[in-house]
Every structure is written in structure tokens, then in C-alpha cells.
Nanobody, 123 residues
Framework: QVQLVESGGGLAQAGGSLRLSCVAS????????MSWFRQAPGKEREFVAA????????FYANSVKGRFTISRDNAKNTLYLQMNSLKPEDTAVYYC????????????????WGQGTPVTVSS
């Protein structure tokens, strides 16, 4: 059974930090590039970050580069997103997704999605 379960979302103030976690099934996680996407109210879902299985390659949207850090613990089948220097514009539902392929530095549609965890950043 393919499962991805996010946690760690909630309320934060501008300039604050939040850490999201995603526990995935071994079938989804092992050997896979994993990713985070987000969708703000009234907006299209957008790519946030991705990391390869070995953790050597990471990819970030320009809007979060330098502020967000993606990481993973393969022994726990867990993906993380450390979000620092949060802005109100980061308010969205954040989704863990994978496996995902990247072509030309852009993500293709992930095979599986979590249910999402909402993040609200106040000004």
C-alpha cells in the first residue's frame, strides 16, 4: 500500500521557522527522488524542493532557495523540509510527493501524493 503522511504544519509568524516531516512507505521512498510541493489558496500547485535517494542532489524553487532545506532519513523512510525566514507568501498546503522525475531541472508529475499539511504564516 502506497502511503505518504505529512506532519508539522501549523501557524508561524513572519521570520519564524517550521519543520515538516513526511513518512512514506518503503515502496515509495527507497531508491526514489522525493519532493515537496505546495498550493496556496486560489493558486496552482507549485514545486518547492526535491532530493535524490543519496541526498547528493537537491533542487529548490527560486522562491525558497536559501530559506528552505530539504533532507531525508532513509533508515526511517522520512522526508523533511526545514523552513526558515518564513514569509506570509509561504502560506499554503504543503504536500509530500514521490517518486518524482526531473527533466531539465524541472519536476514531472509525482506518482504519489500525501494528503497535505497546512502552513499559515502571519505578518
Amino acid at each position: 500500500q502506497v502511503q505518504l503522511v505529512e506532519s508539522g504544519g501549523g501557524l508561524a509568524q513572519a521570520g519564524g521557522s517550521l519543520r515538516l516531516s513526511c513518512v512514506a512507505s518503503a515502496r515509495t521512498f527507497r531508491g526514489s527522488t522525493m519532493s515537496w510541493f505546495r498550493q496556496a489558496p486560489g493558486k496552482e500547485r507549485e514545486f518547492v524542493a526535491a532530493m535524490t535517494w543519496n541526498g547528493i542532489e537537491t533542487f529548490y524553487a527560486n522562491s525558497v532557495k536559501g530559506r528552505f532545506t530539504i533532507s531525508r532519513d532513509n533508515a526511517k523512510n522520512t522526508l523533511y523540509l526545514q523552513m526558515n525566514s518564513l514569509k506570509p507568501e509561504d502560506t499554503a498546503v504543503y504536500y509530500c510527493a514521490g517518486p518524482v522525475a526531473l527533466l531539465g531541472g524541472k519536476p514531472l508529475t509525482p506518482k504519489n501524493w500525501g494528503q497535505g499539511t497546512p502552513v499559515t504564516v502571519s505578518s
